[in-house]
């Protein structure tokens, strides 16, 4: 950008004189420091224009995480000086680049690590304990051994001047598993504080985080000032919604072989409903303190949400449950803390790796919209380690004002379900004003689906909250899972997005209902669905040929119809949870040749990589790792082709390598995505899903378990 050359060579070698002058005043590690390096936000946040020639070891400078609108980055406070020099005086275009494109460089402030609230903000929405205020601590994150070791010896100090106050696990995971069904054992105390679980984390990995109490607000500005934390965050208490009155279907008789979900909540309670516990962890709560109205509610909606609600359109599906007593009851003196919760979580889910959908029904209320929450990131990480598919409650409109999302809606790699309202028929229609809405933090696009939110429940009551819907999806996920051959987290949460009505992401109903009358595993009448799986490397290129196109597409020598591609990839997310939270990215159209080497594409703009960065993230969406392509094309003359097959294209991209040590894209490895492409023809034409199995022939074998595919050759 030569125009703007001259004029940041003046404004950023003058900000790091400034810097060089006042290093003494600054917290500095082992002579490190932390900077923030803001980029011109109209023309220069993609991941081409990242400034890593200008601020370069060489310079004394490494680039740490993504941060808002820019970078964070480790500098050499003896070297600032010297950076100035270069600045200056360029050696090279890419660095004369790297200094058009940044706006500002400061240091790391107190206010920049409180994300720019008041201290007193940030003491207000903390939860009181024992004296004190309860607070999440993100360990400031260096590159150079030395500086962690000062780091961590300073927050030793922190710890030994009582700012920082141990918080004691109130569980200690007991090996072998815990008896069943009833597990009347309590888990017992451990004496390890969030401070040592941070300190341990960060010397091993260099990320460190974990729950203190801190006693006054000049406490909190001396953890601030003192440049050891990144990211400071209250503790967000957890909140489910209440229920009313009605009637009593009876238990299922044949739940013996129903798929098994996982419920975190108040824990079962009602005694009729026992026969379909397949098993129960380990309490996180009492039964006097658990939220037993709730957790029943959730239980008996996820084992027959139908038969209790008989006039709404639902799927006639059964479940098992195993219950996670770790919900309390919002009148409760009790506190569950996310690192406990995490660690019941883990423990669980190793106990009973055959439960693949986690159904949890209750929210976080406060805290930073625009960060990824603790509970949500770690929730990302466990369900990633164990192949397991979260289905969260998006949360409700309540008190406390929200107007987003709450976590652990944020969690990336589960279904988010949102509320909707039902028409007169029992169908979905729009979206309930009681439930919260999306996006999550950094554009996260949630909720992924919704479904009707007033529903009638144990004991007859009706009650309305994003908690039932939650239910209802976590057992239509859990029989998919239970119905393909090779089904995976990211492939049953692409069925459902693909089985869903929506074209287009709406913040409050997300791709829509995930049933219409066809189970997310079966094709509808008059489509016919290709999946599978596939891993990418970064910055390959690669094409899926052979896709036949059907007769029932051709009119008159020109394709029409309608089609969808859906596609899920398993992401490489910050482990700072914030900026930039997605690493990697997805790029991938369905093409038509029109001539001979000369492709179009029928599905996806392929416009990601060449529109200018902020329209790409706002129209295209371009780094969420949910892409869905819809076109119907089933009017008018329709679209001159040339051949008789289409062609698959796909791309993964990688951004904001040295936050993982990385250099290359081989460094990334192979990227895990889920397809699922449906075509119809242009007036739902029966027989589409024969003529395609049979042209397929050999290269083509059910999805689904137990299901042949019968192919009529008179069609």
């Not at 359109?313 to 009851?329: F, K, Q, Y």
């Not at 119809?561 to 482990?575: E, F, N």
Request: hydrophobic content about 40%; glycine content about 8%.
């Amino acid at each position: 950008m030569t125009e703007r050359l001259a004029t940041q060579q003046r404004v950023l070698a003058s900000a790091a004189r400034g810097i060089y002058e006042s290093r003494s005043t600054l917290p500095s590690f082992a002579g490190t420091a932390h900077l923030v390096v803001r980029m011109f936000v109209q023309d220069s946040l993609a991941a081409t224009h990242t400034p890593d020639d200008l601020f370069s070891p060489v310079n004394g400078c490494r680039l740490v995480a993504p941060y808002h609108d820019g970078y964070l980055i480790e500098a050499d406070l003896n070297q600032v000086n010297r950076l100035a020099q270069v600045i200056e005086n360029p050696t090279n275009y890419s660095i004369q680049a790297d200094i058009s494109r940044v706006e500002s460089l400061t240091p790391f402030s107190p206010q920049d690590r409180a994300r720019d609230r008041s201290i007193d903000d940030l003491w207000q929405a903390a939860p009181e304990e024992d004296g004190a205020r309860l607070f999440v601590v993100w360990l400031a994150p260096f590159r150079t051994r030395q500086a962690r070791e000062v780091l961590l010896e300073r927050v030793d100090l922190l710890s030994q001047q009582q700012v920082l106050l141990p918080v004691f696990s109130s569980i200690r995971l007991l090996s072998g598993p815990a008896e069943s069904p009833d597990a009347s054992r309590e888990v017992t105390p451990s004496r390890q504080s969030g401070i040592a679980r941070a300190m341990r984390s960060y010397r091993n990995t260099g990320v460190g985080r974990g729950t203190v109490r801190i006693r006054s607000r000049e406490a909190l500005g001396q953890l601030l000032a003192s440049g050891a934390s990144f990211r400071v965050d209250p503790v967000r208490q957890i909140r489910v919604a209440a229920p009313g009155e009605g009637a009593h279907p009876s238990i299922p008789f044949d739940i013996a072989d129903a798929p098994t979900v996982g419920v975190v909540d108040g824990g079962l309670h009602a005694s009729s409903y026992i026969a379909a516990e397949a098993w129960r962890s380990r309490k996180l709560v009492t039964d006097a303190q658990a939220d037993r109205v709730h957790g029943n509610a959730i239980s008996s909606l996820v084992v027959h949400g139908h038969a209790w609600n008989t006039g709404r359109v639902l799927p006639d599906l059964n479940c098992r449950i195993g219950t996670v007593p770790a919900v309390p009851s919002r009148n409760a003196n009790a506190r569950v803390d996310e690192q406990d919760l995490i660690d019941l979580l883990g423990n669980t889910m190793r106990e009973h790796p055959d439960t693949k959908v986690w159904n949890l029904s209750f929210n976080q209320v406060g805290g930073n919209p625009d960060s990824v929450s603790l509970l949500g990131h770690e929730l990302t990480t466990l369900s990633r380690h164990f192949g397991v598919l979260p289905v969260v409650s998006v949360g409700n409109v309540n008190a406390a004002g929200a107007t987003r999302l709450e976590p652990p809606a944020d969690c990336e790699s589960a279904i988010v379900v949102g509320g909707r309202l039902a028409n007169a028929s029992g169908g979905p229609a729009d979206g309930c004003p009681r439930c919260l809405g999306g996006p999550g933090p950094d554009g996260m696009l949630k909720p992924d689906v919704s479904w009707f939110s007033e529903l009638r429940m144990l004991g007859g009551v009706t009650d309305v909250g994003s908690s039932y819907p939650t239910a209802l999806v976590s057992s239509l996920a859990a029989h998919t899972f239970a119905n393909l051959r090779n089904p995976t987290p990211d492939l049953v949460k692409a069925l459902l997005v693909s089985a869903s009505e929506l074209e287009e992401h709406h913040p409050r109903l997300g791709w829509g209902t995930p049933y219409q009358g066809t189970m997310p595993w079966s094709c509808a009448p008059g489509t016919v669905a290709l999946t599978w799986t596939a891993q990418l490397q970064p910055g390959v290129a690669y094409y899926w040929s052979g896709i036949p196109i059907p007769p029932e597409m051709v009119h008159k020598g020109k394709l029409r119809g309608r089609a969808t591609l859906t596609a899920v990839l398993k992401p490489v997310v910050s482990p700072y949870a914030e900026t930039n939270y997605f690493a990697t990215r997805l790029e991938t159209s369905l093409q038509y040749g029109v001539k001979k080497d000369d492709w179009k594409s029928l599905l996806g703009s392929m416009l990601e990589s060449t529109l200018p960065e902020n329209e790409a993230r706002e129209n295209l969406k371009k780094w969420q790792p949910v892409r869905r392509h819809c076109r119907d094309f089933s009017k008018g003359a329709g679209l001159v082709f040339s051949g008789n097959q289409f062609r698959l294209y796909a791309r993964v991209y990688a951004r904001d390598l040295y936050q993982f040590n990385w250099q290359t894209n081989s460094d990334v490895g192979p990227q895990e995505v889920a397809f699922v492409l449906t075509l119809r023809g242009p007036n739902d034409e029966p027989s589409i899903y024969n003529s395609t199995a049979q042209m397929l022939g050999n290269f083509v074998e059910s999805a689904v378990i137990n299901q042949d595919i019968e192919i009529n050759n008179s069609q």
